[in-house]
């Protein structure tokens, strides 16, 4: 057990909210979602889309203070707060879906507002019109946002999109902090929903290709290493077969193509969180990252999420103190600039 020798702050770069949007605001998305809450009065509530039930949720979803006294049940000092990806609005037309993003932007800036300092804003943008989001990040991040939250595609479009790529240079050059979330999971046709697996075997397979995506298309060689980039769900996959796709890259000419050096020269251009759930496993992960590339998150909260925040953390073997430290909130302090105005 890896426990710091002094007190350091935790801080949970993984952490999503639900506010408050009524069913009528919901019709801003007609026919691309339309996600509202429907709250029951008791502490727990629906997510919708729609007239369609979506998800059961609880009040520490979308109330700040039960969030807030979660939180200090946990031990966890800050949150960095990302809309649901349920709320991205990526099917919608563009001018809707920006409509839509400066609403949740809002509810997001004043959810937060309501403990400034313990509860850091993320803001989305219309991803499928990136003029469009390039203008609604750089006005964001001057409201207060400390950076977006995108899904890691929009349809068929991944990161590696010549317009995906546009964007992410301009939050570059903002010095906006990017938090990559998996979304509309590949394979849902054959998984069916059953089991949940679209989120234990889709979410990784879909961070994966983003990650990959990325590398063997020569998009981080064309992206300013400035970029701040993180991927959820400890980066899918990619970690476990890193060692596949490096042998792949130097034995078919298909594969690195564009690529000018294998897939494990980039683990330095780009972040994950620690959402693995296993002592082995992030093990392996900041192994293959680095402990400075590693941050805590949780996936709060949602009930796939790490119940005991940290714990995951503390019990990797290996770890030195100020590394333990590092992951559980240094790095985030850095990535998010939470030191600066």
């Not at 897939?263 to 330095?268: C, D, I, K, V």
Request: glycine fraction near 8%.
């Amino acid at each position: 057990m890896n426990t710091p020798t002094s007190a350091h702050t935790v801080i949970d770069v993984h952490a999503h909210v639900f506010p408050r949007v009524s069913r009528a605001e919901a019709r801003l998305l007609a026919g691309a979602g339309e996600p509202w809450l429907r709250e029951y009065g008791d502490g727990t509530g629906m997510m919708m889309s729609g007239d369609d039930e979506y998800r059961p949720v609880r009040a520490e979803l979308w109330d700040a203070d039960a969030r807030l006294a979660a939180m200090d049940r946990s031990g966890v000092d800050v949150q960095v707060v990302s809309s649901t990806p349920l709320m991205f609005g990526y099917a919608a037309e563009p001018a809707r879906a920006a409509d839509w993003c400066e609403l949740v932007n809002e509810r997001i800036l004043d959810y937060c507002a309501q403990a400034p300092g313990r509860l850091v804003p993320l803001c989305q943008v219309p991803l499928q019109d990136v003029e469009t989001a390039c203008a609604m990040v750089t006005k964001a991040a001057a409201a207060g946002h400390r950076g977006v939250h995108i899904g890691n595609h929009v349809g068929a479009r991944y990161l590696d999109d010549a317009a995906i790529v546009d964007f992410l240079a301009h939050c570059a050059d903002e010095g906006v902090p990017v938090l990559v979330h998996p979304w509309d999971m590949l394979g849902d046709d054959r998984m069916n929903g059953r089991y949940m697996l679209p989120w234990l075997v889709g979410m990784a397979a879909e961070t994966q290709l983003s990650i990959l995506t990325l590398i063997l298309s020569g998009a981080f060689e064309r992206l300013p290493e400035t970029l701040r980039l993180c991927f959820c769900h400890g980066g899918g996959s990619f970690a476990y077969l890193l060692g596949r796709a490096d042998n792949a890259w130097r034995n078919r000419d298909i594969v690195r193509r564009d690529s000018p050096r294998p897939p494990s020269a980039y683990t330095g251009r780009f972040h994950v969180d620690s959402a693995v759930f296993d002592p082995r496993a992030l093990r392996l992960l900041v192994d293959v990252m680095g402990a400075d590339r590693v941050m805590l998150g949780t996936d709060f909260p949602f009930p796939l999420g790490e119940v005991e925040p940290g714990a995951v953390i503390r019990a990797c073997a290996g770890l030195t103190d100020d590394e333990c430290a590092a992951l559980l909130g240094g790095n985030a302090r850095a990535f998010f600039a939470l030191d600066a105005p």
